[in-house]
């Protein structure tokens, strides 16, 4: 029971994120991705902090915070941000969101081989194939094409290098710290770092109903209530594995799509899905001692 408690998590939280893209679709005419992010960041930060509040969560001893990784971590997501939304831009949203996510459990074992000479296990191995595959079968499906990205597509790769990096210092943070306490100070010191920068983009949309409603989805559900749950994840499996487990973000948001918009499922698009379930199936019947 204590090996589904992870991917249970991680589960969770995928279908929070899922709604991100929608609810971004939703915001009001003006909003841009940096303020978009920024506003994330910093209603889910306070969102925790409220919570940390109320539970006594936070810590008495400030010194035992691991700052190196969780200055890594903070980095990592900046970057990702940054790489991502720009291409997203030059590539295309299916093209930049499938490269960056399908590349992310890669470069998360490769790190953490290189840093930790920690080898994935041949399940993983057997689990990442299918998912990655599903993620592919479910964007052909919706008609996801390559056209014209030549080189840009090292930008969604390095997007997905910053996310797996991202993975792996939160899981060494989480060590010492608890979840909730990790993704206040990781999501609080984002929002502080990217809020000089939105004084460059409009930010009226903010202050109507729509922008809101829209601002409090993305900062309670999104990120105040789905970060600490992936990272509730993390502490009781691995960031490798856990980087897997984040590849069925597509298919809860096709699931989203299918049941709640009635779109069109597809032949690719059912392959995909019954392909990243068995990936999912195949990690959570692995032994722990195999996939740390």
């Known amino acids: 029971m204590h090996n589904l408690k992870g991917p249970f998590f991680l589960l969770f939280s995928c279908l ?9 679709q939703l915001a009001p ?11 994330r960041m910093l209603l889910g930060s306070l969102t925790i902090l409220a919570w940390c509040l109320f539970t006594h969560r936070l810590p008495s001893n400030w010194s035992a915070v691991p700052w190196k990784p969780m200055l890594i971590a903070v980095a990592s997501v900046l970057l990702y941000q940054l790489l991502f939304f720009y291409s997203v831009a030059e590539v295309g949203v299916a093209v930049g969101s499938v490269v960056a996510i399908a590349t992310t459990p890669l470069w998360a074992a490769a790190v953490a081989f ?4 920690k080898k994935p296990s041949k399940f993983w191995v057997f689990a990442t194939a299918l998912a990655i595959a599903g993620v592919f079968l479910i964007n052909f499906g919706g008609g996801f094409q390559f056209q014209n990205v030549d080189w840009k597509l090292l930008l969604p790769v390095a997007a997905g290098l910053c996310y797996g990096v991202e993975i792996i210092a939160v899981g060494k943070v989480v060590e010492k710290l608890n979840p909730e306490t ?3 100070l990781e999501m609080g010191l984002v929002a502080v770092l990217l809020l000089p920068v939105t004084f460059f983009f409009p930010t009226e949309w903010i ?15 999104t990120a105040g209530i789905a970060y600490p749950c992936f990272t509730y994840g993390i502490k009781y499996t691995s ?16 699931a989203l799509g299918i049941f709640f918009l009635h779109e069109n499922l597809s032949i690719p698009m059912s392959l995909g899905m019954l392909s990243l379930m068995a990936s999912v199936i195949v990690l959570i019947f692995d032994k722990p001692s195999q996939s740390s």
């Open 114 to 117: 290189l840093l930790f000479k």
């Open 29 to 39: 005419e003006g909003h841009t991705p940096v303020v978009i992010t920024d506003v």
């Open 16 to 24: 929070l994120f899922s709604v991100t893209g929608t609810l971004q």
């Open 239 to 254: 960031p490798v594995v856990a980087s897997t487990l984040a590849l069925t973000e597509p298919l809860m948001a096709a």
């Open 182 to 184: 990790t993704m206040l």
């Open 207 to 221: 202050f109507t109903t729509r922008g809101i409603l829209v601002s409090l989805g993305l900062g309670v559900v």
